[in-house]
C-alpha cells in the first residue's frame, strides 16, 4: 500500500515554496493555485497555507456534488478544527466546503478565490478550472496543482489533457504511510479508513494503466500517458489478490 501511495501522490518538485519554484521556474509565484475536490478537509488546508505564504496570485477550488462529497461534509461537519455542523453543510459543493475552510478559518480573500461547482471528477475539474482562468484573464504561465494524495497523479495527467502551454506543477499535500501495525505515520486527522485506502489505490492503478480498460490515449482517452513502474503493477497485483472483495473506488 505504501508503494502505491508513494506512486500516486506525486510531487514534482522537492518542496512547495517560492524559492523553489524561482529556482525550477525562474518566478517566484505561480498565476494559480488549483485545487480539485476530493473528500479531505486537509487539501484545503494545506491549499491555503501554501496561498497564504504567496506562493501563487490566485486560487481555484473545483469541486460540484459528486462521490466524495457526502464524506468531505461528514468529515468536516463531525470535527471539532471546524464551527459547522453536518446540517450546515448539506447543500455545499466541495469547492464551496473548501472556500469555507480558506475564507473563515485560514482568512483568505474571498477576492483571490474563483469556485467551479460543477464539476464531479477529474477531468471535468481541468477543463472548469482552464475555463475560470480564460474567463478571468489570469495567467496560466504557472500552474499548482493540489489535489488527494491518492488522485494527484491522475489529476495532474487529466490536466495535462486539457492543457499544453503550461508549466504544471503537481505536489500532493503529504505522502500517505502506513506503520506495519496500520496506522499512520502523520498527525494529519480526518483521513480514509483501511478500506477506503485500499478501493482508491486499486481504482487508481487501474485507471493510470494506458490500455483498452485504462484512462489513458489507449484506452478512454481522459489522461495523458503515465508510466506505471513495474514495482507498483506488481504490488496492485498483490493487493488485488490478497483483497479479492475489494472493489475499486471511484472519483
Request: proline letters at 4%; glycine letters at 8%; hydrophobic letters at 35%.
Amino acid at each position: 500500500m505504501n508503494q502505491i501511495a508513494g506512486f500516486l501522490a506525486e510531487r514534482n518538485i522537492e518542496t512547495l515554496s517560492r524559492e523553489t519554484l524561482k529556482a525550477v521556474s525562474g518566478q517566484e509565484q505561480a498565476d494559480a493555485v488549483l485545487v480539485f475536490g476530493n473528500d479531505l478537509p486537509y487539501t484545503a488546508e494545506f491549499a491555503s497555507e501554501v496561498f497564504k505564504k504567496g506562493i501563487a496570485k490566485k486560487m481555484i477550488f473545483c469541486g460540484g456534488i459528486g462521490h466524495s462529497t457526502g464524506r468531505l461534509r461528514k468529515a468536516v461537519g463531525e470535527s471539532p478544527a471546524y464551527p459547522w455542523d453536518t446540517q450546515e453543510l448539506e447543500d455545499l459543493t466541495e469547492a464551496e466546503i473548501y472556500a469555507r475552510i480558506a475564507c473563515q478559518i485560514y482568512k483568505t480573500d474571498p477576492a483571490d478565490i474563483y469556485l467551479d461547482k460543477e464539476s464531479t471528477n477529474s477531468g471535468e475539474n481541468a477543463e472548469n478550472a482552464l475555463k475560470i482562468i480564460k474567463e478571468h484573464g489570469i495567467g496560466k504561465q504557472i500552474l499548482i496543482l493540489i489535489q488527494d494524495p491518492l488522485l494527484q497523479k491522475r489529476a495532474s495527467a487529466s490536466l495535462k489533457r486539457y492543457e499544453t502551454e503550461s508549466r504544471i506543477i503537481s505536489y500532493a499535500p503529504f505522502i500517505p504511510r502506513l506503520k506495519e501495525d496500520g496506522a499512520w505515520q502523520t498527525e494529519i486527522k480526518n483521513l480514509w479508513s483501511r478500506e477506503r485506502m485500499l478501493q482508491l489505490i486499486l481504482g487508481e492503478i487501474s485507471r493510470l494503466r494506458d490500455d483498452e480498460n485504462g484512462y489513458g490515449p489507449r484506452g478512454k482517452d481522459f489522461i495523458v500517458h503515465v508510466d506505471v513502474l513495474e514495482p507498483v503493477i506488481g504490488a496492485y497485483e498483490r493487493l488485488k489478490k490478497e483483497y479479492p472483495e475489494i472493489e475499486s473506488g471511484a472519483r
